[in-house]
């Protein structure tokens, strides 16, 4: 594998299949099988997933919700995310933990670095939920904190886009795509591919970051095996 251990990042909207909305069965079993697939070749896999699919938090502010109480309402979406892949994961004959940032048991156990990266060495799967336990944060930046400090040696950022381009690329046929870019020039250019506060903990803890599509085919473990997708951001 290209990497030894490797912290993948997934949007809660892409689990949730076309609409990008609840939890699509054959999306979940899908990355299920690429997970299983990069654990069972050694990789040590830690996963991230948000929670748009099913409330997110800053959204609620415009509904009324006290941004607090939403982005809480936000971290229990990630943690229902979670507990879905894991499940999806086992099914696939590879042993998965939900380890949550704030105490939840009995529905998951609570984020400590050593019990998680002792899962990882033993060849479990490890669902990082609950963002960083406080509001006003985002799961990128709860990404960039648990990726540092598990030592992953990537974020591997899976989305529907296949990398970072200079504009958006729905909106812009001639939007140009980097095949590499550096931490500065994507928080100086404010291109949106994650927000500044998890572009900044990167930069300074030397964290590269690969944002591919996710939805390519087998295009996780294709990065494990060391091809060449998407952009890398690095210093």
Do not use: H, W
């Not at 099988?33 to 050694?42: D, M, P």
């Not at 941004?67 to 979406?77: E, H, P, S, W």
């Not at 979670?82 to 499940?87: G, V």
């Amino acid at each position: 594998m290209a990497f030894k251990r490797v912290l993948l990042k997934l949007s809660g909207e892409t689990i949730g299949g076309a609409d990008g909305k609840g939890l699509d069965p054959q999306v979940l079993q899908g990355f299920a099988a690429q997970i299983a697939k990069v654990a069972k070749g050694g990789a040590q896999v830690a996963v991230v997933i948000g929670g748009g699919n099913i409330f997110r938090g800053l959204a609620g502010t415009q509904l009324g919700f006290d941004r607090v109480k939403g982005d809480q309402m936000g971290m229990l979406a990630t943690v229902i995310n979670s507990i879905a892949l894991s499940l999806a994961i086992k099914k696939e004959g590879v042993a998965a933990e939900v380890f949550t940032a704030t105490p939840m048991e009995p529905f998951a156990t609570y984020y400590m670095r050593d019990k998680v990266v002792a899962f990882l060495e033993s060849g479990g799967v490890a669902l990082l939920a609950g963002g960083t336990g406080n509001p006003f944060f985002t799961t990128d930046s709860g990404a960039a904190l648990r990726a540092c400090e598990i030592g992953a040696d990537a974020i591997l950022k899976g989305t529907k886009v296949d990398g970072v381009y200079d504009s958006d690329p729905v909106k812009n046929p001639k939007a140009f795509r980097y095949d590499v870019i550096s931490f500065d020039k994507v928080i100086a250019d404010d291109l949106k591919v994650m927000d500044i506060t998890a572009f900044t903990m990167c930069r300074d803890n030397d964290m590269k970051i690969i944002v591919f599509n996710i939805n390519e085919a087998e295009s996780f473990f294709r990065l494990m095996q060391g091809e060449t997708l998407g952009t890398l951001v690095c210093n």
